[in-house]
T-cell receptor, first 112, second 111 residues
Framework: EDQVTQSPEALRLQEGESSSLNCSYT??????LFWYRQDPGKGPEFLFT???AGEEKEKERLKATLTKKESFLHITAPKPEDSATYLC?????????????FGKGTRLHILP | ETGVTQSPTHLIKTRGQQVTLRCSSQ?????VSWYQQALGQGPQFIFQ???????GRGNFPPRFSGLQFPNYSSELNVNALELDDSALYLC??????????FGPGTRLTVL
């Protein structure tokens, strides 16, 4: 069964304390892996798309990496405004039909 | 601002009723997807439309149906509402590179 698991469920960091969020996946026919940021009461905000193992993408304090089984979102020297829920999703090809599977997210809280 | 809008913002219905939620995608985005997000959970994929045809569906019953129109707008229809249908419903439009841009969502409460 296709599955996406994110860990940890929640993470509290001090401002400036770097860390990584994990997204492990089991899916057939991976077409892409996506990272999003979601603030309370809002729709997810697109961050990155990764397509193949070894690929890396960066944006400000965030860096996403991909292996054949998992992806990491590295946060370097975070600031309080980085506090949000970070969601990982995979796009799987089921023959004619595509499907997109989200993890439950990691709630990140950065303390000033 | 992503350019994706949804209406209404909030909606209250009673069990057994029918509801239609609307989404206006960004111009040029031919793919639209709908998601259900329960509190504290990740979005659950309902279905996806490409050029007005459904081309992907998650594990949702047939009472969840949709339409996509040529003007980049779309609808999610839910019949015979159940209490468990209470959730945030998200619409997302996609670029040709599979980057999804989400709307702010419609909060549906079923009493």
């Amino acid at each position: 069964e296709d599955q996406v698991t994110q860990s940890p469920e929640a993470l509290r960091l001090q401002e400036g304390e770097s860390s990584s969020l994990n997204c492990s996946y089991t899916v057939s026919g991976l077409r892409g892996l996506f990272w999003y940021r979601q603030d309370p009461g809002k729709g997810p905000e697109f961050l990155f798309t990764l397509y193949s193992a070894g690929e890396e993408k960066e944006k400000e304090r965030l860096k996403a990496t991909l292996t054949k089984k998992e992806s990491f979102l590295h946060i370097t020297a975070p600031k309080p405004e980085d506090s949000a829920t970070y969601l990982c999703a995979v796009q799987a090809s089921g023959g004619r039909d595509d499907k997109i599977i989200f993890g439950k997210g990691t709630r990140l809280h950065i303390l000033p | 601002e992503t350019g994706v809008t949804q209406s209404p913002t909030h909606l209250i219905k009673t069990r057994g009723q029918q509801v239609t939620l609307r989404c206006s995608s960004q111009s040029g985005h031919n793919t639209v997807s709908w998601y259900q997000q329960a509190l504290g959970q990740g979005p659950q994929f309902i279905f996806q439309y490409y050029r007005e045809e459904e081309n992907g569906r998650g594990n949702f019953p047939p009472r969840f149906s949709g339409l996509q129109f040529p003007n980049y707008s779309s609808e999610l229809n839910v019949n015979a509402l159940e209490l468990d249908d209470s959730a945030l419903y998200l619409c997302a439009s996609s670029t040709p590179y599979n980057e999804q841009f989400f709307g702010p969502g419609t909060r549906l409460t079923v009493l």
